[in-house]
């Protein structure tokens, strides 16, 4: 996983904003949409969960490649 390799790094604040955006942003509007909008109820849920771990993979996988990662201090 490529948060957990990035957080090892040092780039913490990073890992954690874009979980925390994530989560609020697309795992809970998704799972209102799925689960409410679309009547898809508990597997709405569930679709939401894994679109918002699709979407913050993406996220850690362009930072990754980006290298800005590197730069980060450790204790």
């Given at each position: 996983?490529?948060?957990?390799?990035?957080?090892?790094?040092?780039?913490?604040?990073?890992?954690?904003?874009?979980?925390?955006?994530?989560?609020?942003?697309?795992?809970l509007l998704a799972?209102?949409?799925?689960?409410?909008?679309?009547?898809?109820?508990?597997?709405?849920?569930?679709?939401?969960?894994?679109?918002?771990?699709?979407?913050?993979?993406?996220?850690?996988?362009?930072?990754?490649?980006?290298?800005?990662?590197?730069?980060?201090?450790?204790?």
């Amino acid at each position: 996983m490529f948060s957990k390799g990035l957080r090892a790094a040092g780039d913490v604040k990073f890992t954690v904003l874009w979980s925390l955006i994530t989560t609020i942003g697309v795992r809970l509007l998704a799972s209102v949409l799925f689960a409410i909008v679309f009547d898809m109820g508990v597997i709405g849920i569930a679709f939401a969960m894994s679109l918002d771990w699709c979407v913050r993979a993406v996220v850690f996988y362009i930072r990754f490649r980006g290298g800005k990662w590197k730069s980060c201090r450790l204790i």
